[in-house]
């Protein structure tokens, strides 16, 4: 039952940043009856969000959009408001040297700043390297010298971080049970932080610090990310042996202390392939374990696409199918794809070839391949059929349903191991 906006602990909630992960959230809390107003400097997101559409793919998301942005639960626009609570969940892109780049943080801070009268929330969502939600809550005391972080005076506000923990393709399953861990700058602040999670969440709620807090969300990945690079160094030796690698994995994983992971192209996505260097600029001395395994991941598509240019030595008029450009499998989500710098790669060394993408979730090439003449677009049918090379590059469900019979007498370079 949808409770009303007086129980809510907070009635009005801004999100600010309505990408894969702050506009679910923003759609999740609109739900539970709070006033919600998302923010965003994306005209064309704002213009289609108020359409209630969702302008990414999200399986099972649309209906819940279609329906708070119906009854006026939620709605979006380009500058931010006053509000009782904000939820801070813009990129965090990383410099040259892997440090991040807290621009946006940044922005969005002095943006809200002046909106704010004493006894707000700010959360930042948005991952973080350790200490960058005391930096945010500076950004804001630095615009507004007026306010403290003092608990219990009127002029007090109140700063925390919350990562988030989905995965995407099932964020309306995760954005609801996941536990979810919550650090305050202050006790306080983690306290009403938890108040407001708790209006969406089914999970536990675990309450730390805000620094804590961060570097779990970070380690969490890190972690994922140093299992990843075992198995893709597992698949690049096991090639070298003639070992069926997928074969291989599963026997080890009979153990039952082994949970290794699956190999593929390489690591993408803006969570594990650029959380760890978060860790790695925080204390770059005391982190080789994690920079190697940045290493080893980030030269699997340079392994790949040497498998490529193997299968196609001394052949002429190639026309390779590269199946998905997707970081992962059945989303449009193209940020750090492994996947898609492989077939850049291939554009540019291979540009006698013709490439075919096939990637069933977008409408376009990206944009980082338009200016290649000899790569297209193409449908699965006639990528398939007019392939001489077939490389495998992420496990979409269309993918997956393919018989590898049909694929004649081309060669298949299969990276997820689902044509075996």
């Avoid at 338009?370 to 790569?375: M, S």
């Amino acid at each position: 039952m949808t409770p009303k906006t007086q129980d809510l602990p907070f009635a009005t909630v801004s999100v600010i940043g309505l990408g894969y992960i702050g506009l679910p959230t923003a759609a999740f809390i609109a739900s539970t009856g709070a006033r919600v107003i998302g923010v965003d400097v994306n005209e064309r997101f704002v213009e289609t969000i108020n359409r209630g559409e969702v302008p990414f793919v999200e399986p099972g998301f649309s209906a819940m959009l279609e329906g708070v942005v119906a009854n006026g639960s939620l709605s979006a626009q380009t500058t931010t408001p006053e509000a009782d609570a904000y939820i801070v969940a813009v990129p965090t892109p990383f410099k040259d040297n892997h440090e991040v780049d807290d621009k946006f943080i940044r922005a969005a801070s002095e943006n809200l700043a002046p909106q704010l009268r004493g006894g707000e929330l700010i959360i930042l969502e948005s991952t973080s390297p350790p200490r960058m939600t005391e930096r945010m809550a500076q950004f804001i005391l630095n615009a507004r010298p007026d306010l403290t972080l003092d608990e219990g005076k009127e002029n007090s506000i109140y700063v925390a971080h919350c990562p988030e923990r989905v995965l995407p393709g099932r964020i309306m399953i995760e954005m609801r049970d996941n536990d979810r861990v919550i650090g305050g700058v202050t006790p306080k602040a983690a306290e009403m932080a938890k108040d407001l999670y708790a209006t969406f969440c089914d999970g536990e709620l675990l309450l730390t610090d805000a620094t804590t807090a961060e570097m779990a969300k970070l380690t969490e990945n890190a972690f994922r990310d140093v299992n990843i690079a075992f198995a893709n160094e597992l698949s690049i030796i096991s090639d070298r042996l003639g070992i069926d690698v997928w074969e291989l994995i599963e026997l080890a994983n009979h153990h039952p202390r082994v949970n290794i992971l699956k190999p593929g192209p390489g690591v993408g996505g803006h969570c594990i392939a650029v959380d760890p260097w978060f860790i790695v600029s925080s204390a770059p001395e005391e982190s080789p374990l994690i920079q190697q395994a940045r290493a080893t991941n980030d030269g699997k598509p340079e392994y790949v696409l040497s498998k490529v240019k193997e299968a196609a030595a001394g052949r002429d008029n190639l026309t390779i199918a590269a199946l998905g450009v997707a970081f992962k499998a059945d989303i449009d989500d193209l940020r750090e794809s492994p996947s898609l710098d492989i077939v850049e790669r291939l554009a540019t060394e291979m540009s006698d070839a013709r490439i075919h993408v096939v990637e069933p979730n977008v409408d376009e090439l990206p944009k980082s391949l338009t200016g290649y003449e000899n790569v297209q677009l193409a449908p699965l049918d006639q990528a398939a059929k007019d392939a001489d090379i077939v490389l495998l590059l992420v496990d979409h469900h269309q993918f997956t349903e393919i018989d590898p019979a049909t694929l004649g007498d081309a060669t298949v370079i299969d990276t997820r191991g689902i044509w075996r």
